[in-house]
């Protein structure tokens, strides 16, 4: 059973920058579309990046020009590297396949404020 571990959360203030790892244990990691998904209070939690096995990127609008997600295949990680932080970046945030077919990681705080 594939299991997500998500790192690299903190305070950081308003246009500054994170780099999140999301750790996956078992070997079928590298079938799966793999995405970026946060979770603000009293919101629903919302997919914002995906890449394909293959390292195709897709990226939602709130995110597009801003936020790079990368995989590396070999290590079973993927990756996204947030700039231009935005007070409304501030939420958990969990990787996950696209659909959601892994249980959810304990996710990663990051929080944007001056």
């Known amino acids: 059973q594939v299991q997500l571990v998500e790192s690299g959360g903190g305070l950081v203030q308003p246009g500054g920058s994170l780099r999140l790892s999301c750790a996956a244990s078992?070997?079928?990691?590298?079938?799966?579309?793999m995405g970026w998904y946060r979770q603000a209070p009293g919101k629903q939690r919302e997919l914002v990046a995906t890449i394909t096995s293959g390292g195709n990127p897709n990226y939602w609008d709130s995110v597009k020009g801003r936020f790079t997600i990368s995989r590396d295949n070999a290590k079973n990680t993927v990756y996204l590297q947030m700039n231009s932080l935005k007070p409304e970046d501030t939420a958990v945030y969990y990787c996950n396949s696209n659909p959601p077919y892994i249980s959810w990681g304990q996710g990663t705080q990051v929080t944007v404020s001056s």
């Open positions: 078992g070997s079928i990691f590298n079938i799966y579309v």
